[in-house]
């Protein structure tokens, strides 16, 4: 839990304050930009590689590595002289990424059947909720402390768990193969940076300039080629057969959608409530009053990871992402139409804070219920690593609407919030489509994956049915 909590908080606690690490550093707001972005690429690399490596060489070596390097990473963040130190940093952290994996894999391994669920809830919702939180906790700590202490206090924190996790955790079975394929390592870190790079800066450099376009174009090549590999090598980085599972198929979708939504809004929500009232719109929020706006959210995400594991007991996965899905979008609909009352907002996150930790407390545990042991830090690193990709689309496409609608003040026009806000409501509605297709799972196996009817052994699929999809 702390490994996931301190890992989801660094993702989103320099938002609020990148203006002011832009006058402390004395540089450009596309410079300090990259503050997040080099976290968001480093990331996406580490998250499905590390819980490869786990698979590997055994979950508990890796997480031990894995929060070294963010307690490293956040101490050289804390003693940054320069910006580009600092972004060297962030780096450096992102390879954080990998205790979502390797804490999902060691659950598994090391808990009893009836726990994993509810002990997969819980640790799913804090991804979930980490990103508000962090936006949340960032304002008093810098006014308080200064924001060095957004590193410093991290560094702290993931160093105690390093050596807890060192001394506490028992060593798994190594389940997976016993070497890391280089070749197809190599091409989806460079295919996932290109990606990421182009959209993350599509706005910044243009949507139509060769760069941007080159990235795009480039980076989609070369997951062709990484696809092609992968089905050709003897020992795959990531088993293209375990991707065509219905289950894992159904939930990266899912968490694409639900990525989408939830880091676009919660990277403009705060922008909307610190505009002045003389825009049409806002309440004039300072940092803090407007990270207390997305409380109620953060709490209601969390606390229905407690009880996830027994609704999908009793209801099945696909209900209860299916219903948590749109709950979300109805809540982003709602912002977009109805958002003059302080209580609008607050009933507004809270509805979205249910129904977005109804979707993550759920899908980790469809995600590993669908795949055999040796493959869960892959799979469920990978559905992390899809909720990054939306969540920087979902970032790029709200950048590119509220932007396109400014006023004469030069403030964003309350008409851009509001269609921005509805597509990320219909992009919850894709999300809804897409459960309907999640077999309907009640409980984690011990171990291997749970078949649901259509949903075929992956060494003997039927190309033409993607993971069960014409049974469905």
Not at 83 to 103: D, E
Not at 425 to 432: I, K, S, T, V
Not at 444 to 467: L, M
């Amino acid at each position: 839990m702390v490994a996931v909590a301190s890992f989801t908080l660094l993702q989103s606690m320099v938002i609020p304050v990148l203006g002011q690490l832009q006058v402390s550093y004395d540089t450009d707001q596309a410079t300090v930009s990259w503050v997040l972005t080099s976290y968001l690429l480093a990331a996406s690399v580490a998250t499905p590689l590390l819980g490869r490596l786990g698979d590997v060489v055994g979950k508990q070596r890796m997480m031990v590595v894995t929060l070294a390097a963010l307690s490293v990473g956040s101490l050289l963040a804390a003693l940054a002289p320069s910006v580009g130190w600092l972004i060297a940093a962030r780096v450096v952290q992102g390879a954080g990424g990998g205790v979502l994996p390797l804490s999902f894999g060691i659950i598994r391994d090391e808990f009893p059947r009836a726990k994993v669920n509810g002990a997969l809830s819980i640790i799913a919702s804090l991804a979930a909720v980490g990103f508000g939180v962090g936006i949340v906790i960032a304002g008093p700590i810098v006014d308080t402390l200064g924001f060095h202490w957004l590193f410093w206090l991290p560094m702290i924190v993931t160093g105690v768990a390093a050596a807890a996790t060192l001394l506490w955790i028992p060593q798994q079975r190594v389940r997976g193969s016993g070497r890391l394929p280089l070749a197809p390592a190599v091409l989806l870190a460079v295919w996932l940076v290109a990606i990421l790079l182009g959209v993350s800066q599509g706005n910044t450099w243009g949507w139509t300039s060769p760069v941007v376009i080159g990235l795009l174009v480039g980076g989609v090549a070369l997951m062709g080629v990484w696809i092609w590999l992968e089905h050709r090598v003897r020992v795959p980085l990531i088993d293209m057969h375990m991707m065509r599972r219905r289950g894992v198929w159904t939930t990266n979708v899912v968490s694409c959608c639900v990525g989408f939504g939830l880091f676009a809004s919660f990277g403009f929500l705060p922008q909307f409530l610190q505009t002045p009232p003389e825009a049409g719109y806002g309440f004039d929020a300072s940092i803090s009053e407007s990270g207390w706006f997305l409380v109620p959210s953060a709490m209601a995400s969390f606390a229905i990871g407690f009880v996830t594991a027994r609704l999908v007991r009793g209801l099945g996965a696909r209900t209860v992402v299916t219903t948590g899905a749109l709950l979300t979008g109805v809540a982003f609909g709602l912002i977009a139409l109805w958002h003059d009352q302080a209580w609008q907002i607050y009933a507004w996150t809270t509805l979205q804070g249910i129904g977005s930790g109804l979707v993550f407390s759920s899908l980790a545990g469809v995600v590993i219920a669908s795949v055999p042991a040796g493959q869960t830090g892959v799979a469920s690193g990978m559905n992390a690593n899809i909720r990054t990709i939306g969540g920087s689309l979902g970032s790029a496409v709200m950048t590119g609407i509220v932007v396109g609608h400014v006023g004469a003040t030069g403030l964003p026009s309350e008409g851009g919030y509001t269609i921005g806000f509805l597509v990320l409501a219909g992009a919850m509605m894709l999300a809804a489509v897409a459960a309907v297709f999640i077999p309907d799972i009640h409980d984690q196996p011990d171990d291997g994956p749970e078949e649901s009817p259509g949903d075929r052994d992956a060494a003997g699929a039927d190309p033409a049915d993607v993971g069960g999809l014409r049974a469905a």
